[in-house]
């Protein structure tokens, strides 16, 4: 079944583990020539780079440099927010060089302290405004996803949009703790539909006469985490932020991009990705769930070009994503999954960190203290870190509770 011709959309999806084909996975520690990898230093200066580059060729796409100065603008700031218990801060940044560009809003909620703050930096799915109904937000301007409930209405923000997705972002309980949260709209950086790359950011970086990016360059998943690079070029820059603890969180798609982000950007401090899935912590081999071809068909733009080589043929391609979680070491990574969310692969994800661990290790550091899966509800919260949470595709505040303990222990050294 798995090699029919069939349209994406009408092959059977597997949800047996019976179904699952026998697969090998390649080691991440066993280099092009087949030679052991067994040193940090062998990792770090030829390996590492070595998976990287395939990642870049293969999956996801090579992107471009950030730009050579960063320009922001702060849009409104207030120590009052929250009955005067919180800092808000709206930054708009610039992507390009081009001050006419595209930008990025970044909002900001910290805790009052005159410290440093320790900060989750997580892009959201309706705009910045939609995650709290705090009336100052500023409504998002860029292409949305039609969703009357939301509040978008011809791929525009309405009032409506105030908080419409509040329950994943209990942003009073994270300031509570101590954590600052940055989050910006992902549509800012791309539009998240298929045109082919004539909108969003992809164009202000096409060669004279380039009209869509290479095989192997980037696509949306690859032009998100970037923008999270340039959000992360603010944060280092202000002093309000404990920029080496931030660590950036993403759901799903944006789980996929949290995982590009932390894989090429070293400045960030943790990782955590929620539900992500296929091209993100899932094992791509398994086919179980969401598949290479299945993503590929009805996501044409999220990865390069060069991946649709891999639909059912995933054993040909050289890496899969435990090597994903690998170039993230040995910062500290949590890999959430949900019972419910069988279409994101929950035991692929697990076993992506389980192999992923040993590079832990020979980096020095603690892995996946888990051999096997653990039961609903019960997380492993080492460095290399796996949770399962009791439903479905979502995020929950028991989920950012898990977050925040695993930052306390990984990041702060609480
Ligand atoms: C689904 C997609 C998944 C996941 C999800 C989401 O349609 O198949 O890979 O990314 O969307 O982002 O909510």
Request: proline share 7%; glycine share 8%; aromatic share 10%.
């Amino acid at each position: 079944a798995m090699s029919s011709n069939l349209p994406a959309q009408q092959e059977k999806v597997i949800y047996d583990e019976a179904e699952v084909p026998e697969f090998t996975l390649p080691d991440p520690l066993v280099a092009e020539d087949g030679a052991k990898v067994e040193s940090a230093q062998v990792w770090n200066e030829k390996q590492r780079p070595y998976l990287q580059g395939l990642f870049e060729s293969e999956v996801y796409g090579k992107s471009p440099a950030a730009p050579e100065k960063i320009e922001y603008k702060v849009t409104e700031s207030s120590d009052e927010a929250f009955d005067g218990t919180a800092r808000r801060r709206q930054v708009a940044i610039q992507l390009t060089d081009d001050p006419d560009g595209p930008v990025l809003n970044v909002l900001l909620y910290l805790p009052k302290t005159d410290k440093p703050v320790p900060t989750f930096m997580t892009l959201n799915f309706y705009g910045n405004a939609s995650i709290h109904p705090d009336p100052a937000i500023e409504l998002p301007q860029s292409w949305l996803r039609n969703n009357k409930e939301k509040g978008v209405e011809d791929h525009k923000a309405t009032e409506k949009i105030r908080g419409a997705s509040k329950q994943r972002w209990p942003v009073e309980m994270i300031l509570e703790k101590g954590y600052g949260l940055a989050t910006a709209y992902y549509g800012d950086i791309d539009p998240d539909f298929d045109d082919n790359f004539q909108n969003g950011i992809h164009p202000y970086f096409y060669a004279q006469g380039q009209e869509k990016p290479k095989p192997d360059e980037w696509g949306s998943v690859a032009a998100w985490a970037w923008g999270l690079g340039r959000a992360m070029d603010y944060l280092e820059q202000s002093p309000e932020i404990a920029s080496d603890k931030v660590i950036v969180m993403g759901h799903s798609r944006l789980g996929k991009t949290s995982l590009w982000a932390g894989a090429t950007d070293p400045r960030f401090a943790a990782v955590i990705s929620n539900n992500s899935g296929c091209g993100g912590a899932a094992l791509s081999r398994r086919r179980f769930g969401e598949s290479v071809k299945r993503i590929n068909t009805s996501f044409p733009h999220w990865f390069n070009d060069n991946f649709t080589q891999y639909n059912h043929n995933e054993d040909a391609c050289p890496v899969d994503q435990h090597e994903l979680i690998a170039l993230i070491a040995p910062r500290p990574c949590l890999v959430c999954s949900a019972e419910g969310d069988r279409w994101a692969d929950p035991r692929g994800e697990f076993l992506s960190a389980k192999y992923a661990s040993p590079v832990y290790e020979l980096l020095g550091v603690e892995g996946l203290k888990a051999d096997d899966m653990p039961a609903v509800d019960q997380p492993v919260l080492s460095r290399l870190g796996y949770v399962i949470r009791a439903g479905g595709h979502d995020v929950k505040p028991i989920d950012w509770q898990r977050y925040m303990e695993f930052a306390d222990t990984h990041v702060l050294g609480k």
